[in-house]
């Protein structure tokens, strides 16, 4: 059973970094593709970013471009979402998701796409 594992958020001010990780233990993470998303309170659910299976396509939501990036690192069995130059819009709580089969080739339908499996989230506050 695919179980996904999140950490990495916390209190940061406006214009700060953070590197949130999701990872799984047991199972090749490079057999699916990971999206990150966000929901503030009070907000829907918003996608953030993908990552296909193999690391070669990559989506972000224009709130972000320029200032998240997202990467997969196989050894550790690991996605990251390094976040920088952080807004107090960014806060929310940030969830990983999974999904494989066809869908891990790709990310051009993330947002609205099935992920089979979640993390738990973590909590991602900016303020001063």
């Known amino acids: 059973q695919l179980q996904l594992v999140q950490s990495g958020g916390d209190l940061v001010q406006p214009g700060g970094s953070l590197r949130l990780s999701c990872k799984t233990s047991?199972?090749?993470?490079?057999?699916?593709?990971i999206g990150w998303f966000r929901q503030a309170p009070g907000k829907e659910r918003e996608g953030v970013s993908c990552?296909?299976?193999?690391?070669?396509?990559?989506e972000y939501a224009d709130s972000v471009k320029g200032r998240f990036t997202i990467s997969r690192d196989s050894a550790k069995n690991t996605v990251y979402l390094e976040m920088s130059n952080l807004r107090s819009e960014d806060t929310a709580i940030y969830y990983c998701?999974?999904?494989?089969?066809?869908?891990?080739?790709?990310?051009?339908?993330?947002?609205?796409?099935?992920?089979?499996?979640w993390g738990r989230g973590t909590q991602v506050t900016v303020s001063s």
């Open positions: 998701a999974a999904r494989g089969g066809t869908a891990r080739y790709y990310c051009e339908d993330y947002v609205h796409g099935t992920w089979i499996a």
């Open positions: 047991g199972v090749n993470l490079d057999l699916y593709a």
């Open positions: 990552i296909s299976s193999s690391g070669r396509w990559t």
